[in-house]
C-alpha cells in the first residue's frame, strides 16, 4: 500500500486562482515528518516545508500555507493567488521515525500547470 | 546555483553501454542519496552513503553500481542496462543520515536505453 497519496495527478488553474494540493499519508508510527516539496521544470526538488507528527499548527509562507491535520492523515498545500512560476510538480512525503535508513515515502506528485 | 550539481544532464546510450552518472554536493553534507524518478511513479530510492560508506540498497540490480570515492562526490556506474532503466536519476545530500533532515537535491540526469 502506498504510503502516500497525492490523488490529484494533474491540476490547471488560471493566474490568480487559489489552487489546493492535496496529500494523504499512512503510517503507524507517533512520530514522523512530513515534507512539501517543488519540482520545477529544471529538474530539481526543492524543499517547502517540513512539519513533525506533533505541531499540528498551519503554517503559512507568503502565499503558500498548509493544513495539517492528524485526524484524517492529511497534508495539504494551498497557493493562493498562483502565479505562473508556480508551474510545477509538487511531490509530498513522508519520512517516519522507526526507519533504521533515511527513507523518504513520497507521493506520485501534482503537475499544476498555471495559465496566464 | 544549485548545491548538488549533477552530469549529465541528459544521456542516451545504448543496452552494452558503460556510463557513468555523477553527482557533486558542495553543502558540506555526510549523506548522499541516488534516488530515480519514472513517469507517473513515486521517487524510488536506489542507494544511501553516509559518510562514504553504503548503509541502504533498496533491491536495485546489479547493472546499477554506486561509488562514493568522498563525502562530497557520488557516482552512478551503469553497464547493460535495459529501457526501462530510462528515467531521471536523481541525486540528493543531507546534513546527516537522519529522518528529519531536509534533502538538497541536483538537477537530475535524464537517461534513455535505447
Known amino acids: 500500500a502506498q504510503k502516500v497519496t497525492q490523488a490529484q495527478t494533474e491540476i490547471s488553474v488560471v493566474e490568480k486562482e487559489d489552487v489546493t494540493l492535496d496529500c494523504v499519508y499512512e503510517t503507524r508510527d507517533t512520530t514522523y515528518y512530513l515534507f512539501w516539496y517543488k519540482q520545477p521544470p529544471s529538474g530539481e526538488l526543492v524543499f517547502l516545508i517540513r512539519r513533525n507528527s506533533f505541531d499540528e499548527q498551519n503554517e503559512i509562507s507568503g502565499r503558500y500555507s498548509w493544513n495539517f491535520q492528524k485526524s484524517t492523515s492529511s497534508f495539504n498545500f494551498t497557493i493562493t493567488a498562483s502565479q505562473v512560476v508556480d508551474s510545477a510538480v509538487y511531490f509530498c512525503?513522508?519520512?517516519?521515525?522507526?526507519?533504521?535508513?533515511?527513507?523518504?515515502?513520497f507521493g506520485t506528485g501534482t503537475s499544476l500547470t498555471v495559465i496566464p | 546555483e544549485t548545491g548538488v550539481t549533477q552530469t549529465p544532464r541528459h544521456l542516451v546510450m545504448g543496452m552494452t553501454n558503460k556510463k557513468s552518472l555523477k553527482c557533486e554536493q558542495h553543502?558540506?553534507?555526510?549523506?548522499m542519496y541516488w534516488y530515480k524518478q519514472s513517469a507517473k511513479k513515486p521517487l524510488e530510492l536506489m542507494f544511501v552513503y553516509s559518510l562514504e560508506e553504503r548503509v541502504e540498497n533498496n533491491s536495485v540490480p546489479s547493472r546499477f553500481s554506486p561509488e562514493c570515492p568522498n563525502s562530497s562526490h557520488l557516482f552512478l556506474h551503469l553497464h547493460t542496462l535495459q529501457p526501462e532503466d530510462s528515467a531521471l536519476y536523481l541525486c540528493a545530500s543531507s546534513q546527516e543520515m537522519r529522518i528529519t533532515g531536509e534533502l538538497f537535491f541536483g538537477e537530475g540526469s535524464r537517461l534513455t536505453v535505447l
Open positions: 512525503a513522508l519520512s517516519e521515525a522507526r526507519n533504521t535508513g533515511n527513507q523518504f515515502y
Open positions: 553543502l558540506g553534507h555526510n549523506a
